[in-house]
């Protein structure tokens, strides 16, 4: 291995590092506890190699989003595949969106509410936040119904689904009652 490459692969681990741990210090304490200044502690580097990865918070929120991207489209697929027909792989995506968000609470945070300069819905739209779009798509769109745009349709559903984990995050509605919410949305807005 070369010297450049050695230094390359070093970067890359340092950036995982500074990804984690950001990660892991919102989760635990929300995201005004994450500063460059408590990273570089955390990471026991100087805030100077902090920067030479990001330009600040607003970076190191965005490449938490679309790690949280990429982990969202996983579950996204893995919880359909696992399903048997249209109506049942819309109800198990739904199911494994909310059930994400409950999970990863900063991670859904640095994706959909923070300010991470990503761009959505754009040609310049980073690949992680189109997967993700693209697995809520590959179900919901067999459901849209006949004239129903595809793309159309899996944005209301979606924004549904926000609407859904945003609100009972914030104690306005009661967790207990995700299952009817989700039978609702399928029975609904779900044609089979």
Not at 5 to 22: F, Y
């Amino acid at each position: 291995m070369s010297v450049q490459e050695r230094k390359e692969r070093e970067r890359a681990e340092r950036e995982r590092l500074i990804v984690a741990t950001a990660r892991e210090l919102a989760e635990q304490q929300g995201w005004g506890a994450v500063t460059t200044r408590r990273l570089a502690e955390r990471i026991e580097y100087s805030q100077p190699v902090l920067y030479s990865h990001f330009r600040g918070k607003r970076e190191i929120i965005g490449a938490v989003a679309l790690e949280g991207a990429a982990e969202l489209a996983v579950v996204v697929r893995d919880a359909t595949a696992a399903a048997g027909g249209p109506r049942a792989r819309v109800a198990a995506l739904a199911r494994a969106y909310l059930d994400f968000a409950e999970r990863n609470p900063a991670v859904y945070d640095a994706i959909f509410q923070l300010d991470g300069g990503l761009a959505f819905a754009r040609e310049d739209t980073p690949a992680p936040l189109k997967d993700a779009f693209a697995a809520l798509l590959e179900s919901l769109g067999e459901v849209a119904g006949e004239g129903v745009d595809p793309g159309l349709f899996t944005e209301t559903f979606w924004a549904s689904l926000h609407g859904l984990a945003t609100l009972t995050r914030a104690g306005r509605l009661l967790p207990e009652g995700t299952e009817q919410w989700v039978e609702l949305l399928v029975d609904r807005l779900a044609i089979v």
